[in-house]
């Protein structure tokens, strides 16, 4: 007697598909990324690092839970060089509108205290790969890492 091969195919059919739905996952977000950097004189940084945790961070946690900001955060650098940046603030959103609406309300906040004479500079970055993980803000490491992507070959990039 012969047995019939549809069950089988069935099977493997049922198995093939869902395995192939189960590794295909939603597109990351590419968001805008805000970096915000100074270069304070050491006698400034407490006084600078107290005005960002009282007029900022309250600030940039009301965006995140209002949805304009995906996630943000204040740094101080570890490795301190001449003429390089030693405070930084950095943000996530996921439009130009967003990057726009931030900044334009982090500029009727009290000014951070730093010296006229001090470098500032700012960048705008586009996401490419994302990996991200929610945090408190405290204690932790800001690691930026630039790496050129080949055009259209994006989904190919593997950590």
């Known amino acids: 007697m012969r047995a019939n091969p549809l069950p089988l195919l069935v099977t493997f059919a049922v198995l093939f598909c869902g395995s192939r739905a189960l590794c295909q996952s939603e597109a990351q977000p590419r968001p805008l990324r805000y970096v915000s950097e100074w270069e304070v004189p050491r006698d400034h940084w407490n006084e600078f690092e107290t005005s960002a945790e009282h007029d900022i961070r309250p600030f940039m946690e009301m965006q995140v839970k209002n949805g304009t900001l995906l996630s943000w955060g204040l740094y101080r650098s570890m490795l301190i060089q001449d003429g390089a940046a030693t405070h930084g ?48 803000g405290t204690g932790g490491y800001l690691f930026v890492n630039t790496t050129q992507i080949q055009p259209g070959k994006r989904q190919n990039w593997r950590e």
Not at 115 to 132: E, G, I, K, T
């Open 89 to 136: 603030l950095w943000f996530e959103t996921p439009s130009v509108q967003g990057v726009e609406k931030v900044l334009d309300e982090l500029s009727r906040l009290p000014p951070l205290p730093v010296p006229a004479n001090s470098r500032h500079h700012d960048v705008l970055y586009r996401a490419q790969l994302r990996r991200a993980k929610s945090g408190q």
